[in-house]
């Protein structure tokens, strides 16, 4: 289960959207960041065969988007940022209706159904009209129509948008259960969705990736400083503490805790520990300060 992109461009008359983006996407929830206007959604549909590239190529699954659409879509589920559906349709009927044009019959059709309204939740509003549901629960319908072939790979456009922090947990568990099984990638403006599902994240800025990488790399890598947290075992002082060689500015946190700046960018951890040593003072702990995605996401977006 992949999705390859290899150079793809897209132009919307002088408007350059997409700029020679190449990305691989395996099994498991990747996700898709950018700012407003960064590509995200052009992206999207050209994986889903909405719209075409000015150049370049895309195959997911081994089948090319240009020449082979519908196989394409056979095995992949969609869910837009602007979730389109039928308001005047009830949401069971709804949903045999996209059961049906995924050629599913009978039992299988119903089971199916029943399958997606219990894992998106929407049992308790199953018997209402789409247009009498809150935002949360339309999204809920149309994950549950981008779910309802058993999809390889779901490509969602910011899936959770509309939900309460219940609703919220929910979907985010269901996501995390199919990215078990199937590529996953999904676009969202919401920095804790994406530490807490996505094994991976990919950042568009200006219709250029400015970066791929596992959550934890991206915040170890665009960290801005050597900034340094540490525990003693015993009582220290301020002035000990700025003794140290390139130690910069010191602040206690709590107790024997402190954060220790060092000058310019100096790693001064090796430095700390040798000063313990010759101090006989104990360190419990010692850790870089880390930075959050979103963080991350501003230093590689902002003003770029």
């Known amino acids: 289960m992949s999705i390859e992109i290899q150079n793809i461009t897209k132009q919307y008359g002088e408007q ?15 996700g898709l960041l950018g700012p407003n206007g960064a590509g995200k959604s052009t992206l999207m549909k050209i994986v889903t065969c909405f719209i075409q590239p000015t150049s370049g190529k895309v195959t997911v699954n081994g089948f090319d988007v240009l020449e082979q659409p519908m196989e394409v879509k056979r095995i992949v589920g969609y869910l837009p940022e602007h979730n ?8 069971r009927e709804y949903l045999e209706f996209v059961a049906g044009i995924h050629q599913l019959k009978g039992k299988a059709a119903k089971d199916r159904i029943a399958a997606m309204i219990d894992e998106t939740g929407l049992g308790p509003e199953a018997h209402k009209k789409i247009g009498a549901l809150s935002k949360g629960y339309r999204q809920r319908v149309g994950l549950a129509q981008a779910m309802m072939h058993d999809p390889q790979v779901l490509i969602l456009d910011e899936p959770t948008s509309g939900l309460d922090p219940n609703q919220l947990i929910d979907i985010r ?32 800025n200006k219709g250029v990736v400015v970066a791929d990488d596992r959550i934890e790399n991206l ?33 206690r946190v709590k107790n024997n805790h402190w954060i220790i700046e060092p000058e310019g960018d100096t790693d001064i951890r090796a430095g ?28 590689l977006t902002k003003g770029n």
């Open 16 to 30: 350059l959207a997409l700029n020679n983006v190449t990305l691989s996407i395996n099994k498991g929830i990747v």
């Open 84 to 91: 389109p559906l039928y308001l005047d349709m009830y949401v």
């Open 173 to 204: 568990n269901l996501i995390s259960n199919l990215g078990k099984e199937k590529t996953v990638l999904l676009s969202t403006h919401i920095m804790q969705e994406v530490e807490a599902i996505c094994e991976r994240a990919i950042i568009i």
């Open 219 to 251: 915040k170890q890598t665009n960290t801005a400083s050597n900034v340094v947290i540490v525990e003693f075992e015993s009582e220290v002082t301020q002035q000990q503490l700025l003794s140290i060689p390139q130690v910069a500015k010191v602040q």
């Open 272 to 299: 700390l520990m040798k000063w313990s040593v010759d101090n006989s003072i104990i360190i419990n702990t010692l850790q870089k300060e880390d930075i959050s995605i979103e963080e991350a996401f501003q230093k």
